[in-house]
């Protein structure tokens, strides 16, 4: 799977409400095997 990025908000929570330090950031989707 190529890496997926998630843009947050202004307020630098993500979509479940977390708070993060950056306001974008990617992370790789690997299966599990």
């Known amino acids: ?3 997926q ?3 947050l908000n202004s307020t630098g929570k993500n979509s ?3 708070v993060v330090s950056s306001f974008k950031f990617e992370w790789t989707l690997k299966p599990k095997n």
């Open 1 to 3: 799977n190529k890496p």
């Open 5 to 7: 990025t998630l843009w």
């Open 16 to 18: 479940d409400g977390q």
